[in-house]
């Protein structure tokens, strides 16, 4: 073995702690980039490869009623490949034993036989027999919710009519991977379920022989989509077509497209993030180990050793951490993984969901962490390897002694001793104390962003489910109808209050852009469901113009004053301008808002409600499940209570538990930045320390002097780290906003409060560890060192 190499050995021995602590911080960002790649590649190839063998459609148009005989028309427009019309219709069904509402979504196949897009994958059963209508086939999400099987029997309203039904099989479809209904952001499989039948039985049954309200389609290749839409709208028009739309608007793949889009972002900006610390942090120890081995530098260059050969060997020291630090990262990463795997199988119904780490991620996370450390070494290495021997066998030069500023301003008997001994030696290094400060700061503000999204999650979800969504119960009906269905509501049993509102489909557009959304119409002054402006205040809805989320005004480029275009969707089709008079701010989802007075003269109708909002008495829920069963115009039933359960359980899940894992992280960080600022320290000034202790000091003295130091750069760390954490949530808080969600940029006392936390129980551990080394200090070993 070469010299140099039995060197790198015996150093990579005796730092074996500080090594282990800079490892650390690499293996979080390493981590973080394994967990996030793994997951977006299994998602993304489950995704396709389930896509492309059971013919996912690509365009999705909804329409009132329209022949069958047009879907010739529709196959011979430029560019349509695949057309295929179905039956759709919501359904509300009851199981034995099952005293909450659940709502379904059925759907024709074509009799005894599989649909040309958007296939089935049978898990257990069979299709419908041709012929049969009683027999259906089930998601598989429902069914096993319910432990249900083929046989099975089950009760269903359908179009306002009775029916049973009983299960010929259990199925899996790409289009509902993500099973949720179309009002609720979170799967609940309990309550919600998808259901197959026989295209006759169901058109029979929903009044729609020969026709057909719903319709899937594909593309040719190279084909242009925005062409094809148009003219599916124009032909689908006078059939009450509601306009066609692509799979970005397609409610399962966009929740899957999401939670790619969070993969994606959380790839890029927590790994940079972290790596980043730990090449800083690389940068100021490796500074610092060189400088404690000034002399033997010196030697090694005097005995010949060129200043290749040299930084090569530092080099290999950083290289060796780096790659513990990476194959520690990779192995958690793939544990996590693993571990992800089983959370995403039951939120996504994939048929396979296979989690390996792909071989270009450890390459990517390998070269990533290798750039770091170069980043963080480079300087430092050749700044030391460049040094002319005789310079370096001289001692440095003795620092001046003299009274700091902050000396100056404390008074001497405050001070003490050991106080002025502490202000001395850090004065004289302000650069170390600096980068001390710095690195310690930058821990801190890892724990705040983390501590961050503990408390922002509560907060959104608290928002949304305390201010915003007030009611129980929220009612859909089959079709628009009177606003007089509120007082029959308002008799049923255990109803306090009731609420109507009235929901179009509409497009948004304000020059080049445009959105696709629906009109909300309420009360002037809703009570069961409020808006809120951006410090949680109702508002009141304006009497003229429109209200959008200030979220979906920023998507349109609008601002308060300007003229939206509005393409109105259902009944009479025509386009609006209308002012954009209100913004306000909601946690979840995009809106757009106006009375529903204003809304009914907009739609040029009389006083009609697409459905309402109950507050209910919770001793009589089963009185009143029950009399709403018997109405045959509610066409869905949905529970707030559990709504917000399904959205808790998920951000508990996955935000919640990547939180508490990222604040273990940033501990464990906090850590190795406060051991390592202390362990070199302790290096640097051993020999002074020893000549306290023979001129009289006692160890306790001169540990006080040592933890001093440590305290005061912590101290002077915490308002530092808490101004970085503030950059950091902001930083996520911008790149983890979507459609679907917006954390708000809640920064409470606790988060301070961990922050700060973090980096004084780091201190005092490293503190003792520190004073239990000081107690086994060679005293006369480093006080031969050379003058």
């Known amino acids: 073995m070469l010299t140099l190499d039995r060197k790198l050995v015996r150093d990579l021995w005796r730092l074996k702690g500080q090594g282990l602590a800079i490892a650390v911080v690499i293996a979080s960002g390493v981590m973080t980039l394994i967990l996030a790649v793994t997951t977006l590649e299994a998602l993304s190839g489950s995704r396709d490869r389930f896509y492309a063998s059971h013919h996912f459609a690509e365009v999705f148009a909804d329409v009132k009623r329209a022949p069958l005989g047009l879907v010739d028309q529709l196959q011979a427009i430029e560019g349509v490949n695949l057309v295929d019309p179905q039956v759709r219709a919501a359904v509300r069904l009851a199981l034995p034993g099952y005293a909450d509402p659940i709502r379904g979504m059925m759907l024709s196949v074509p009799d005894g036989r599989q649909p040309t897009l958007n296939r089935l994958q049978l898990v257990a059963g069979g299709l419908p027999e041709p012929g049969r209508d009683d027999q259906v086939v089930v998601s598989d999400a429902f069914a096993e919710a319910h432990g249900l099987a083929p046989g099975d029997a089950l009760e269903a309203i359908i179009d306002g009519r009775h029916t049973t039904l009983r299960l010929a099989g259990v199925a899996l479809s790409p289009e509902f991977l993500y099973q949720a209904a179309p009002t609720d952001l979170m799967p609940d499989y309990r309550r919600y379920a998808v259901i197959w039948m026989n295209e006759r039985a169901l058109a029979s049954a929903y009044g729609m022989r020969g026709a057909f309200n719903h319709l899937s389609l594909t593309l040719q290749a190279g084909a242009d989509e925005k062409r094809v839409i148009d003219a599916l709208d124009l032909a689908l028009a006078r059939y009450g077509g509601t306009g066609a739309t692509t799979r970005h608007d397609q409610q399962s793949h966009r929740f899957i497209e999401e939670e790619l889009n969070q993969q994606r972002i959380q790839a890029t900006v927590l790994p940079t993030i972290f790596l980043a610390v730990s090449a800083f942090l690389l940068n100021v120890v490796m500074g610092r180990i060189i400088q404690t081995q000034r002399e033997p530098l010196a030697v090694l260059k005097a005995f010949g050793y060129t200043d290749g050969e040299l930084a090569r060997h530092y080099g290999l020291m950083a290289g060796a951490i780096v790659l513990a630090g990476w194959a520690l990262g990779v192995a958690l990463g793939a544990w996590a993984a693993g571990g992800l795997a089983g959370l995403y199988r039951e939120y996504f119904r994939f048929p396979a969901l296979v989690f390996r780490v792909p071989a270009w991620a450890l390459a990517l996370s390998l070269a990533v962490a290798l750039l770091a450390a170069l980043v963080g070494t480079w300087h430092a290495v050749w700044q030391a390897v460049s040094r002319p021997p005789a310079e370096a066998m001289r001692p440095p030069a003795p620092a001046r002694f003299r009274r700091s500023w902050l000396e100056r301003l404390l008074p001497g008997a405050l001070l003490g001793h050991e106080g002025r001994i502490i202000l001395r030696h850090l004065s004289r290094h302000p650069a170390k104390a600096g980068f001390s400060v710095a690195g310690i700061a930058l821990s801190a503000g890892l724990l705040m962003m983390g501590a961050y999204q503990l408390d922002a999650v509560d907060a959104m979800i608290d928002q949304q489910y305390r201010q915003v969504l007030r009611m129980d119960v929220e009612l859909t009906f089959t079709e628009a109808t009177p606003a007089r269905a509120a007082g029959e509501l308002r008799h049923q049993p255990g109803v306090l209050a009731v609420e109507t509102w009235r929901r179009v489909p509409v497009t948004l557009v304000h020059g080049h852009r445009r ?209 970085i954490g503030i950059g950091f949530a902001r930083l996520l808080n911008q790149a983890f906003s979507s459609d679907l969600f917006r954390i708000p940029l809640v920064l409470t006392p606790q988060a301070f409060g961990i922050a700060a936390g973090g980096v004084l129980a780091a201190s005092l551990l490293v503190g003792l560890l520190v004073v239990r080394r000081l107690g086994r200090l060679d005293k006369i070993r480093v006080l031969k060192a050379v003058e």
């Open 515 to 723: 959105y696709r959304t629906s009109l909300l119409g309420m009360e002037p002054e809703p009570a069961l469901r409020q808006v809120l402006d951006g410090a949680g205040r109702p508002q009141r809805l304006p009497e003229e113009g429109v209200m959008l989320t200030r979220h979906l005004a920023d998507e349109l480029g609008a601002r308060l004053g300007d003229t939206l275009e509005v393409a109105i969707m259902e009944g009479q089709r025509r386009r609006v301008g209308l002012s954009l008079t209100a913004l306000v701010d909601e946690p979840l989802g995009v809106g757009a808002y106006m009375t529903r007075e204003g809304l009914n003269a907009l739609m040029r109708e009389g006083p009609a409600i697409s459905g309402a909002w109950l507050l209910v008495d919770p001793d009589r829920t089963e009185a009143l499940n029950a009399a709403l069963w018997e109405m045959p115009g509610v066409a869905s039933i949905g529970l707030l209570r559990e709504a917000e359960r399904g959205i808790r359980d998920y951000m508990d899940e996955t935000i919640l538990v990547f939180a508490l894992v990222f604040v273990a992280i940033a501990t464990s960080i906090s850590f190795g930045v406060v051991y390592n600022n202390a362990r070199i320290a302790f290096a640097e000034r051993a020999r002074e320390l020893a000549t306290l202790q023979v001129l009289g000091y006692t160890r306790a003295e001169v540990a006080r002097i040592l933890l001093g130091e440590i305290a005061l750069l912590t101290l002077a760390a915490i308002p530092l780290g808490w101004a």
